[in-house]
């Protein structure tokens, strides 16, 4: 007859073969841009894991951030999500270093065509785009131009009873600048408006606070969907949509 102790021995050794003998848990990838006839059938925020077979029609690009790297499906034809995603961590490193929203770098950064000038970081904030900013610390808020010729002030004004106002200066060839939070505090929730040198509205910003640390794209993602940060959003996926295709 067996001992107890056998008994607990066998029991466990068991429950590990039965925990071995069980399928992984498939990866799961979220969509960050669908373009296309079937972009309404898998609109940006779609959770999809890699077994998961999709069809697209001639025209669609459907791109999806997982833990293991960006995967651009493009149509028409069947595909698996899982299959052969590209892995782009350094581009995803460089663009989402929270310590480069401590420091004003100088000059532009141009997008893989060559084409158009794009944000070198996740945490500046665009002054021509409206909309929800994602940060991890109000405090330290860098305001980005896409443009770096000559020098140029605008004004942001903060809504409210006091509204009040600051002035930012891009000196010539210098697309970032720093926003003093002793002349304006950043708030979470809070609504401002940039005002440009020629007293036009460039943007109309909300900001809220990320609460955690996001070091893989899926994840970050997720958190800027559920945030409402789409313009971010936008230039995640845009960035690792073309590092991907670069390295295809």
Known sequence: MFSVRMKQALAAMALGGAALALPAAAMAG????????????YPVGTKLDDATSITLKPGDVVTVLTSEG??????A?????????????????????????????????????????????LWYVDITRSGT??????????????GTEGTATYRIT????????AEVTFD???????????RLPVTEGGHY????????????????LLADDYD????LAEALIAKGCSVQLEALASTLEASAEAAS
């Open 133 to 146: 900013v994602c940060l991890y610390d109000l405090a330290t808020v860098r305001l980005w131009r896409p």
């Open 30 to 41: 979220v969509v960050v841009k669908s373009t296309g006839p079937s972009s309404a059938r």
């Open 158 to 165: 903060g809504h409210g009873e006091s509204a009040v106002q």
């Open 216 to 219: 893989a794209p899926d994840m």
């Open 193 to 208: 408006m940039i005002t440009g040198p020629d007293g036009t509205t460039s943007a109309e910003l909300n900001f809220v």
């Open 70 to 75: 960006t995967r651009v499906i493009k149509g």
């Open 77 to 121: 034809g069947t595909f698996r999500v899982g299959d052969r995603p590209q892995v782009a961590t350094d581009r995803f490193a460089s663009l989402t270093r929270k310590r480069a929203a401590t420091r004003v770098r100088t000059g532009a950064v141009r997008a893989p065509d060559d084409d158009v000038v794009t944000n070198p970081s």
């Open 172 to 182: 010539d060839t210098v697309t970032v600048a720093a926003l003093d939070p002793a």
